[in-house]
């Protein structure tokens, strides 16, 4: 069984000071070879972020087409970001 995993960065700009939230929501389609993987979907939120306006949050996605793995959803450290 193929377990290929993706690492996607989502970079979230507030318009305003508050807090926000994150839903993800992940499909792998089912192709067209006999070798290929079912059809498979996965949902994930991350709550409470607080940004302040015009500030930036890195959003970490992990995304697999495995069928019993779920899409993850994390913030990337503040010191992490300061070095990318």
């Not at 070879?33 to 972020?49: F, G, M, Q, Y």
């Amino acid at each position: 069984m193929r377990t290929d995993q993706w690492t996607y960065r989502l970079e979230v700009i507030a318009l305003q000071t508050t807090v926000y939230s994150v839903s993800v929501f992940a499909r792998s389609r089912e192709g067209l070879a006999s070798h290929s993987l079912p059809s498979h979907r996965s949902k994930t939120d991350l709550n409470n972020v607080a940004i302040r306006k015009r500030s930036r949050e890195i959003v970490l996605l992990q995304y697999s087409r495995d069928p019993q793995a779920n899409v993850t959803a994390q913030l990337q450290p503040l010191y992490a970001q300061r070095f990318r």
